[in-house]
């Protein structure tokens, strides 16, 4: 096993090198980046999606570019979480991914017919 995925490891649920407290106050905290949540998760993926349908810009790349095949799968991964995660989302929660994936879908048919 590398050095960088030892972390990863985990046994009994928990992560042998750093507790979630630890996790949470981490790097991740001090680089500016959000809490890793439900939603933040959702709409990182909803930005994925919108970047294959050429929505928005690459960030590696700084340039629109469309790839239907992999917006459609990542829609069908938003989708995916909505059915497994049914019944445990918060109200907002159940609203926000049923919005989204209604928008991304309304796009991604609108570029399918183009």
């Known amino acids: 096993m590398s050095e960088d995925t030892k972390d ?3 046994k009994n649920g928990k992560n042998n090198a750093q507790s979630s407290d630890e996790m949470e106050s981490g790097p991740t905290a001090s680089a500016g980046m959000p809490q890793m949540t439900f939603a933040t998760f959702i709409i990182s993926l909803n930005h994925s999606a919108l970047v294959h349908l050429g ?10 570019s469309k790839n239907l095949e992999l917006a ?8 995916m979480l909505e059915e497994k995660t049914r019944g445990n989302l918060t109200e907002e ?3 926000m991914i049923k919005s989204l994936l209604y928008d991304l879908r309304m796009m ?3 570029e399918k017919n183009v």
């Open 55 to 64: 929505v928005m810009e690459d960030p590696t790349t700084g340039k629109k």
């Open 93 to 95: 929660e159940g609203r």
């Open 72 to 79: 459609k799968q990542t829609i069908e991964v938003i989708s």
């Open 8 to 10: 990863f490891v985990m």
């Open 108 to 110: 991604y048919v609108k």
